[in-house]
């Protein structure tokens, strides 16, 4: 069981829009609901590029199927330090896979370029970014100021906030085009970060062939298997305001 329990994030603009600038984002950048993948109406309002999309799956027994199928394989990550194409995080924090999903998707997106000097993050990604896996998780389980900003915004959902002994059955996944210009999957629960392809100059996150790639595979494995196509997903982009 891990050391800390924190209550559980709703996937909202609301919520990580206030966890993402309280952390240190530059108000340059905001999360917008995804309410389709397909519809063009409903898809032209978020501004693009999109460079992050952080997404809440139900954890089916076919998609946890499939994880672990994935990964059976594979060994402990061992990357770290500048020439990884990502920073990834293995979750030792109890129901924290919300902000550690954010963290992900600012600090591997061209969001990071957008992170104030001193900040938080700014601070998180300098500590963690030399350290191997666990000593890298620490940094996060370690950090005073991550765990108040995600208590702070604990309560600033449409729902009531769940308390830590509730199972959800739901799990957040982050989808980044990182600087190597490849989709990447960013989920603390798994054995590393996976590279889902390279995209073209042109595609972002919600492109078709991202799509095709990252939350449209997960979503095509459910449908095959007549399982749960419901999922929550936000997208990062320039703010409006």
Partial sequence: MAKKQWQMLENNPQVMN?????????????????????????????????????????????????????????????????????????????????????????????????????STLDTIRKEALPKAMVERAKVLEDSDAFEKAHADSVNL???????????????????????????????GARMGPLDRGALKDDEDVLSPAALEKGLGRLMRIEAEHGGDLRFSAIALAESLD
Avoid at 68 to 81: F, L, V
Avoid at 159 to 164: F, G, I, K, V, Y
């Fill in 18 to 118: 206030h966890l993402a600038h309280a952390l240190g984002l530059d108000a340059s950048l905001s999360f917008y609901d995804v309410y389709s993948l397909t519809d063009p109406d409903l898809l032209a309002f978020i501004p693009r590029p999109v460079l992050a999309l952080l997404v809440i799956i139900p954890m089916t027994p076919t998609w946890n199927e499939a994880r672990i199928a994935e990964d059976k394989d594979k060994t402990e990550y061992t990357g770290k330090g500048e020439d990884e194409p990502v920073i990834w995080f293995t979750q030792t924090i109890g129901h924290a896979c919300g902000s550690i999903g954010l963290v992900h998707a600012l600090l591997n997106s061209e969001a990071s370029k957008f992170i104030k000097p001193g």
């Fill in 157 to 187: 959902g449409d729902t009531e906030a769940l308390t830590p002994d509730i199972e959800t059955g739901g799990h957040f996944v982050t989808f980044v085009k990182a600087k190597d210009g490849h989709l990447w999957e960013l989920e």
